[in-house]
């Protein structure tokens, strides 16, 4: 294993998979095997069957888990693969506490399929810790956090929840797909597990769809193991190895894209034709001093308020660059309308609730040139009128 003393920008590229051990190769094969030939019945490899392990797989598992200073990675076939298969280690009569503006396929995972199996939930708002401690019951087994939140970059005080979970012997659980390794490192504040839609920052190229969880405890370690092997929602070795390449730029990527957001969301600040603007490297942000605190940057993700839903649509109409689209944590900047987007598999009284109004958009700040970007927006406000 590569020496801790290294930063995450050269661990990215030098870890204990950056050569190929037989071939000297300087990236990680591709193995495609469905099966592995044993050598006798008293002497089987490391692998035996694809779904349980695969060497291009372990590779990535083994890299994201170093990058998130766990001990155990694993890689599933999407994002939400790698939360279901998380939440699976909850049972009939469990209870969930999670935070009121999760991910839109997280609030469907958890409202409409856990509940089918006897799961139930609270959701809170995971800034307020007092709120989180009164949700917790004698059935919570475990607490779901979101930071930033989506859409609204709330954040959560994560080293307060962890104590509080530790109280009450819950699990928690984080999604650092907004963060990355390279900005926030969960596990190091104490959280059980993170979960990744890889198909995000860590890919990178709007070319992948994947997840990733990461723990650093032995007994949670084999319960992922026989989740993951269980349920059998694994990444393929192509996708693995996409993953792998992607990561490599992930550190440069992060902090390009986020010094962007940076001046975006400056400049969306004075712009009379913006209501409210999201992002946690505001200094008038509520959660800019304890994101601080707690991670290494502020993201590349940004969502701001126009007055309507008519004002979106001439603004999304006019702008030239980002990709209107689904998804974030792309090299292309993709801007989204969460109503419709993200969250639409929310209930309209829950996403007003949550300030996913029909005037807000996100944007996910990508490679361009800034003054680019920020032109393309100064245009495209000025239809607006
Ligand atoms: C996209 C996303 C997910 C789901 O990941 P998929 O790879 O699309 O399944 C989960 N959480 C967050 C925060 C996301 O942005």
Known sequence: MMSDQFSIQTRLLHHKNKT??????VSVPIQ?????HQKGLDNFGDYDYARSGNPTRKALEDTIAELENGTDGFAFASGMAAISTTFMMLGTGDHLVITDDV???TFRFTTEVLTRHGIDHTFVDMTNVEEVKQAIKPETKMIHMETPSNPTMKITPIREIVQLAKDYDCLTVLDNTFMTPVLQRPLDLGVDVVVHSATKFIGGHSDVVAGLAVVKEADLAASMKF???SFGAILGPNDCWLIMRGMKTMHTRMNASSDSAEKIAQWLT???AVKEVYYPGLKNHPGYEL???QSDGAGAVLSFELADRAAVKK???AVEIPVFAVSLG???SILSYPAKMSHEAMPPHERAKRGITDGLLRLSVGLENVEDLIGDFKQAFNRIG
Do not use: I, K, M
Not at 20 to 25: I, P, Q
């Open 291 to 293: 994101n601080r605190s």
């Open 103 to 105: 991910y839109g396929g």
């Open 315 to 317: 603004v999304v109409e």
């Open 227 to 229: 989740l993951q092997n």
């Open 32 to 36: 495609p095997a469905s099966t592995f």
């Open 270 to 272: 004075g712009h009379p």
């Open 20 to 25: 190929d051990a037989t071939t000297g190769a």
């Open 330 to 332: 792309a090299v292309e």
